[in-house]
């Protein structure tokens, strides 16, 4: 999907969510654990109850790995199933990867071409080799860490580093990177504050946006420092809408919760 395509989705259905497929076995209703392929029932559900409401899906591969054979095929199912039936999707694996470049070659094939997905999510502790080989890839977008919404993230990435905080020189050195036009970056609606910094060393890239919903993160907030003329944000919500209810109705729960975040959003795009 290309960058035009997925702002056309976000003024069309005036919503920027990206919908978390973290889907954990022992937080599934009950009555799943029947079927064949419980984790790919569920993602099924949530998708079709909560597609209009949102323009992308964010299925974390840790969730899918922990299964091993199983849970790589509920993956597999799940971006066919999107692919297939909601083309319009932005999809996201977010497996943080990145190796040294014959090596970050393979996950590229691995999301981009076997999986299909249109975008992954990249660490950029190993540089420029490490991430230019997932850029290659026409229409295709490599999401890069820059300041994620968790506490570690003081551990390192707001440490000085040549007069600069360290998450301030992966964003201006990823921006010499060949195809940089490509790129994403993360950061954490729990650091909405750093938002209008970020803006003035990456104005016109897309900023994925995690931390809303169970981490806390305030929407006003990464809205009001983070958007740009083209909106420029897709913001992760996982666990606050799949699991707002543990009973038959979980979909139903998971679009009310959906829902009350694109209003929000429908808000904030009315601003612009
Ligand atoms: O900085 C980051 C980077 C990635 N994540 C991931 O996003 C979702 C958030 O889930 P919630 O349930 O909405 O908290 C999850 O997959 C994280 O691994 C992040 O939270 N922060």
Redesign the pocket.
């Known amino acids: 999907m290309t960058t035009e395509e997925l702002i056309a989705q976000i003024l069309k259905k005036k919503s920027f969510l990206c919908v978390?497929l973290?889907t954990d076995i022992d937080k599934i209703p009950p009555h799943l654990l029947n079927e064949e392929d419980p984790i790919f029932s569920f993602n099924k559900a949530i998708i079709d109850a909560t597609q209009h409401l949102c323009v992308g899906y964010?299925p974390?591969i840790?969730?899918y790995e922990a299964y091993g054979l199983k849970g790589w095929r509920a993956l597999e199912r799940t971006i066919r199933y999107l692919n297939d039936n909601y083309p319009e999707q932005f999809t996201i694996a977010?497996a943080?990867r990145g190796d040294i470049g014959n090596t970050s070659t393979r996950y590229a094939k691995a999301f981009f071409e076997n999986l299909a997905f249109d975008s992954v999510?990249i660490a950029p502790y190993m540089g420029r080799d490490s991430v230019e080989p997932f850029l290659a890839f026409k229409n295709k977008h490599t999401i890069l860490?820059a300041?994620?919404?968790?506490t570690g993230?003081f551990d390192f990435q707001t440490k000085m580093m040549d007069g600069r905080e360290f998450y301030k020189e992966v964003l201006e050195v990823s921006k010499t990177y060949e195809n940089a036009e490509n790129l994403m970056y993360?950061?954490?609606a729990t650091k909405a504050e750093y938002l209008a910094e970020i803006r003035q060393i990456v104005p016109d890239h897309f900023l994925l946006v995690?931390?809303?919903?169970?981490?806390g993160g305030d929407l006003h907030e990464v809205c009001k420092y983070g958007m740009n003329k083209n909106i420029g944000l897709l913001v992760?919500?996982?666990?606050?809408?799949i699991y707002a209810s543990t009973g038959r109705d979980f979909a139903e729960k998971a679009a009310e919760k959906a829902a009350e975040i694109q209003v929000k959003m429908r808000e904030e795009l009315g601003k612009l």
């Open positions: 978390g973290d964010k974390n840790a969730f977010d943080k999510t860490l300041l994620t919404s968790n993230a993360v950061v954490g995690p931390g809303v919903g169970a981490q992760n919500s996982s666990r606050g809408i």
